[in-house]
């Protein structure tokens, strides 16, 4: 018997994800992606999984970066962007960084491989009939504007939007390593994983009047007002809040040593390895509203840029999302009208990789309720869980509904506590030192997901 295949709007990372996790099950997939008849303000490609912003997935610790905790809880369930990320992955110190050309390409062969995976181009831009069953609704940050307002028609919920930044791209060969030099911050990872441009007092004071000065791309009428995300926050914005915050933030200078001069770095630009050849280089957290203009006759004064090529300049574009604690079940359906599943940036995570973990789960939730097997989300001591209790509104004390909800980074601040105080210390019992919180945590995440998933498959087994 043929069997009735599951509809998934957006082929992102939460999308491509949900597809996967999907088809690993023998469900068949019928994934509508636009890009490739209407393309959006940041896309570059039509690929699927492509990544606009950075070619970064953060920190691969698994024991100390709650990032890199939930990277090993998505290899144990067989995340198809993890392995498409182990196989494009280039230098980046302790971070984990792809080829973002190879690994669209990686994810998207992938699927177009599967007998039972059929992509649709093309724009969805109202709720999918009833005939289509349960839907995965995966559009992202830049949704359209037409399934936006449809969206928003069955929710009731007015639209929420913030700013989400694109850092420039450098041609490494325009860069001039007279003055610049390679080293990992603390020599972590192959310690030259990062180009480092160093910055005099005088220099960085001037770059931050330049900022500040510069003149700023044009707001839409629709634009105003609108929050920007802390954790990808503009420099000329970080500016504004202080001369100094650049210089505590991303241009920090501390656990580098410039090899060119005994004067120590008041403040250093970095710049992170953006494809596999190691031609282009991303400057790290250097998103900006500057215009294009401005962006090169300022960033040229950057000690070691002088002479910058770029492939890709700065810039922002509009990110949505939806008020989840309000409107999803802790399985990601539409409380509404549950055949509907959000999944991905839409539902209020930050992050390719919370993307794509939501994207996982939502696959996942899907596949057992269409083969009549009982499955419950991951427990909150874990990453997936704990994003899980945020976006759905467990992080909300009391009854009651969500007046503001902003995105969130998967972090430890968003699990539960250790429940113990003290643990076992060369025979005595010795309160917990700070340092030793996260690892302990980590631990036990991965002992609840690897508890889990043989739960999962027991249900599925009987």
Not at 331 to 343: G, N, T
Not at 427 to 435: D, L, P, V
């Amino acid at each position: 018997m043929t069997k009735t295949p599951v509809h998934i709007i957006g082929g992102g990372m939460a999308g491509s994800e949900a597809t996967w996790q999907l088809l690993q099950q023998d469900i068949p997939v019928i994934l509508h992606e636009m890009r490739g008849v209407k393309n959006t303000n940041a896309h570059e490609t039509d690929g699927l999984a492509e990544l606009v912003c950075s070619n970064s997935f953060r920190s691969d610790d698994p024991e100390n970066n709650a990032v890199g905790l939930l990277h090993e809880e998505m290899r144990r369930l067989d995340s198809l962007l993890m392995e498409a990320a182990e196989h494009t992955k280039v230098p980046a110190g302790s971070a984990l960084a792809v080829d973002r050309i190879d690994f669209s390409k990686y994810v998207q062969d992938k699927l177009t491989a599967h007998p039972l995976f059929t992509l649709e181009r093309g724009e969805v831009d109202t709720i999918p009939p009833e005939e289509w069953g349960n839907v995965i609704i995966a559009t992202g940050p830049l949704t359209s504007d037409a399934l936006a307002k449809a969206v928003q028609g069955i929710t009731g919920e007015d639209e929420l939007a913030f700013f989400d930044a694109i850092a420039p791209i450098i041609y490494k060969e325009s860069i001039d390593f007279d003055k610049a030099w390679f080293q990992s911050r603390y020599d972590k990872g192959d310690g030259a994983d990062y180009i480092n441009c160093p910055m005099s007092k005088e220099q960085y004071y001037a770059f931050i009047e330049d900022i500040t000065d510069g003149e700023k791309s044009d707001y839409k009428q629709w634009e105003e007002g609108l929050p920007f995300f802390e954790g990808c926050m503009p420099i000329e914005v970080m500016a504004s809040r202080g001369a100094e915050t650049l210089s505590f933030g991303p241009m920090k200078p501390v656990g580098l040593d410039n090899p060119h001069s005994d004067e120590p770095s008041y403040a250093v630009v970095q710049l992170r390895q953006d494809n596999k050849l190691g031609t282009i280089y991303n400057m790290v957290g250097f998103q900006t509203k500057l215009k294009y203009k401005f962006q090169k006759e300022i960033f040229r004064k950057i000690p070691g840029l002088e002479n910058a090529e770029f492939a890709r300049l700065g810039g922002l574009h509009r990110n949505t999302f939806i008020n989840s604690p309000n409107l999803l079940d802790h399985q990601l359906r539409l409380k509404s009208v549950p055949r509907l599943r959000f999944a991905g940036q839409i539902t209020g995570v930050e992050g390719y990789v919370e993307s794509g973990a939501m994207g996982l789960l939502a696959g996942r939730f899907l596949a057992a309720e269409y083969l009549g097997h009982d499955i419950t989300p991951p427990p909150i001591v874990t990453a997936f869980g704990a994003l899980i209790n945020h976006i759905t509104g467990g992080h909300i004390e009391g009854a009651g509904r969500a007046k503001k909800f902003q995105p969130m980074n998967v972090n430890f601040g968003i699990m539960p506590p250790l429940e113990n105080k003290k643990m076992l210390v060369d025979g005595k019992m010795k309160k917990i030192k700070r340092k030793d919180r996260k690892p302990l945590k980590a631990k036990r995440a991965l002992d609840a997901i690897d508890k889990w998933l043989e739960d999962t498959k027991q249900s599925a087994e009987k």
